[in-house]
């Protein structure tokens, strides 16, 4: 849930979450100065494009292309919601069986205390090895779609062009397919793919990748070998810009619960509103231990320590940072959300540097006794908060978690309880390391103005693959979707003359291009 | 609703609300040191018993009875469920008709803005003149009914007798028809009552009396006239001990809510979470608010001023308080509430003081966001908290909410919207007022264990007759009854053998006894 939802908000649409700055105005809090030692700004059009033309290849990726639409309607109409546990199985042995009519040697479903995962090795004899990470489960279906049924793969005319609309077009069966698609056309086109590939797919990532680690698990020490990872996706807003985002925040999300107990307090059920004279408030407790953590605006975390953990941004990162604050758009981004202003009413790099470095705090949602209409007079003896709190690279999610817990003992809140839901640390990989410079290079290929940022705002398990299997890791690819769990997800298929962002073809052939680059990486 | 419920908790259930002391502990917080000028206990033992005998009404009642059940029977059976206009009017018209039947001379329905209030005059020629409040409205029906009709007027067997188990049967028709029946008896036994009465009924208690005023303007002068004021409660328990309780705190009742808008946060609807580093959180903003409002332990209220206005006990509120405090029993009490300990440990003498002269500050509810199962990450665009403030004597309604907002407005929490729901003071009469010199009496007639307080931690719009009419005013008598707003409200109308609340004998002669007493009053 988390994941997709943030990669919908902040990857798919026009790339509108990332921003920058030195901190400065907050001389006594305990957010650290960043500034920067560069005002240099990288520029991805410095990185050579990719020069391959693989015609043969391009040839049959257009002979194929009906045939292709109808592989992206395919995967679409096999229900999937793993939320449900609806058509699951199914769709994990449609996975398993497109991977070996590919020609994987080695497919293998892997059980898990969830939902089964599915593995697939592709030896092509090559020197170089791609994984390919996969999700093939789907969000739950909306009361209120677009279309009569949401599993029909239907090709609807849109504004943009013709777009593929279905749960899972964009999110995240149409890019997987699409790439499939490519890897297919090379094998008919020329024999053999330019990389080895492992395809590691689960069918839990709508719930938060529970199981994912079970799922890499019997193929850990061969993964751990590759050259890098790579996860298919649409990341062109309609004009064609690309965000390429190299990482991802941690987060670790919690309960915080106050009830009566030894302390103090209703431990049963509530009581009469009147006895507060006498009896001590959960709900009074529950905010006063929340506002213990941050200041009076709710910006600054006061947990001692929450700060320092975070890395320093590094030369590289900062030149990253620059660019993106020479194209940002506060307003537009303000307007698009519904906000007047940032925080402090930072913008440009500042609000960048703070999106980027800082770590959040953040209620979810809250809860405690009569939340009906009019008047009722209780002391509630439970009052309830989800929180969660994004965590930049440096903040380890059980080092959060032990300084949050420190600081409610510290200020006599040792009641409260803090009921960890996840947790799990951010991912990122550098602009320099071969496996984006070679993605970038694609992208210019393609002329795709590009927008780089070191990682997301938001939150993904990306570490599974950074730092469990130590890959490098990028998702993107060109194409354009929307309504990632919402009524109305849509693929760009086709697009309408005067629309640049990419159609399948392009974006197929792209993923070829991305094959050979990555096969050729660091010769 | 907020009156019968804590009639409810705290009159009809043992009494079980009330407590004293001098605080001391607290030096440094603004709470106002309360020691007491006398330790001298009040002894209601010490006021003489009533001394008159009324065997003709006795007799009359006693060859009654059945009819005088049937009555009670009559008036449950009438649905009148204010809060769905269920029954309403007929049990208005009901009332009234009953008040003719008796030899009230005027009558007269009073339309309100919401349901019709009814008005009666009984003049008998009397010297002293008595005002009886009554509402005819009672609470809507529970799925969980103990019996399959709670407006059949059922006799049912009880531990503690023949009990009537129906809604309204203790809050409030049962004791109001019973003093109607003592009136009747009066009349036919004699010809005449010793005290004029009016009878003042409304339809929405359970609705927080809003048009209360309305009910009482067209007759308000010559209400002013009268000698005192009574409302007929059960206030005894199983074990026939009883708590007068001389008044009640007031409250304000509001809801608090943080929307983002100007000053920053989501205007328009929910964002990601992870959007916390650049967006301010309503959420946090109404915990931080709320916060500034009490100490850290939610215990002591830190709104300038909140304290100070409240008065301090007078030497006969303290004999009555020390008179509590040697009867108190803190543990039991904490027992039934399901509570471990009154705040900071108080026990005693010092959580009664506490409980009476402490304006409170409670959440009644708060709410924001996700409250569902599992993991949602979102930055709620609104949260919003009922709380209410009981008020002591001497600290009134609208000087409550101008420091409130005064306080917020201090600390930078201009945006926070405060939306006032009720308010009234507080009520009380003294206890050396004839009128409860009177009432005392009767009870000492029947050997009553009696407990006074000055009054209820609790609230009631009971300043319509203190403060409006300037009358002092009564609530009590004898009888048992429980389960108000509960799926087995019940009252006692045959005790079981040993059981020592009065049955509906005892407490019709009681109620004749008491007019007798207050017709006499002062002579």
Chains 1, 2 share one sequence.
Not at 245 to 267: H, T
Request: hydrophobic residues 40%.
């Amino acid at each position: 849930m988390t994941r997709s939802r943030l990669l919908a908000s902040c990857l798919l649409l026009s790339g509108a979450c990332l921003f920058t700055a030195t901190t400065g105005a907050h001389a006594e809090n305990p957010r650290p100065d960043r500034s920067f030692s560069t005002s240099d700004a990288f520029d991805a059009s410095e990185i050579p494009a990719y020069a391959g033309s693989h015609d043969a290849v391009y040839a049959r990726i257009d002979a194929d292309l009906d045939a292709h639409v109808a592989e992206l309607q395919r995967w679409v109409r096999q229900r999937s919601i793993s939320a449900q546990d609806d058509g699951i199985r199914d769709m994990a042995g449609l996975v398993a069986d497109d991977l070996r009519a590919l020609g994987f040697q080695q497919v293998e479903l892997v059980e898990t205390p969830g939902h089964p995962g599915v593995l697939g090795h592709y030896d092509a004899g090559a020197e170089r090895t791609l994984v390919v990470y996969m999700m093939y489960d789907v969000q739950p279906i909306e009361d209120n779609w677009r279309i009569d049924d949401p599993f029909a793969g239907e090709l609807v005319e849109h504004e943009l062009g013709t777009v593929l609309m279905a749960r899972g077009a964009t999110n995240q069966k149409g890019p997987q397919r699409a790439f499939l698609n490519a890897v297919d056309a090379i094998i008919k086109a020329q024999g053999q793919l330019p990389v080895n590939l492992y395809v590691v797919a689960e069918g839990e990532e709508e719930l938060g990748s529970p199981n994912f680690g079970a799922v890499v698990a019997p193929w850990a020490d061969r993964l751990r070998e590759a050259d890098g990872a790579f996860f298919p996706m649409n990341i062109q807003n309609p004009a064609g810009e690309a965000t390429l985002n190299l990482g991802v925040k941690g987060i670790i999300y919690f309960e915080l619960e106050s009830r009566g107990g030894a302390w103090g307090g209703p431990a049963r059920a509530e009581v009469h509103g009147s006895l507060k004279a006498l009896v001590d408030s959960p709900a009074l407790r529950l905010v006063q231990a929340i506002a213990s953590m941050t200041s009076p605006d709710g910006n600054t975390i006061l947990i001692p320590g929450y700060y320092d953990a975070v890395q320093a941004p590094t030369v590289a990162e900062q030149r990253l940072v620059n660019a993106l604050a020479l194209a940002s758009n506060d307003r537009q981004q303000q307007e698009a959300l519904g906000v007047s202003r940032w925080i402090d009413g930072d913008e440009g790099r500042d609000a960048l540097v703070r999106n980027l470095y800082d770590p959040t705090l953040n209620i979810d949602g809250i809860w405690s006794g009569y939340t009906g209409e009019g008047v009722k007079t209780i002391l509630p003896h439970v009052a309830t908060a989800k929180m969660d709190s994004r965590l930049p690279p440096g903040l380890e999610p059980d080092e959060a978690f032990r300084m949050l817990r420190a600081h409610l003992d510290a200020n006599g809140f040792e009641d409260i309880v803090v009921r960890p839901m996840s947790g799990y640390p951010a991912a990122s990989t550098p602009v320099d390391d071969p496996l984006v410079q070679a993605s970038i290079g694609v992208f210019n290929k393609y002329g795709t103005r590009l927008r780089v940022a070191p990682w997301l705002a938001g939150s993904a398990p990306f570490h599974h693959f950074t730092r469990s299997l130590g890959l490098p890791f990028v998702f993107g690819g060109l194409g354009h979707g929307s309504g990632a769990h919402a009524p109305d997800e849509y693929m760009l298929v086709h697009p309408a003359a005067g629309v640049e962002a990419a159609g399948l073809a392009a974006i197929e052939k792209s993923y070829v291009d991305m094959l050979f680059a990555l096969g050729a990486m660091g010769d």
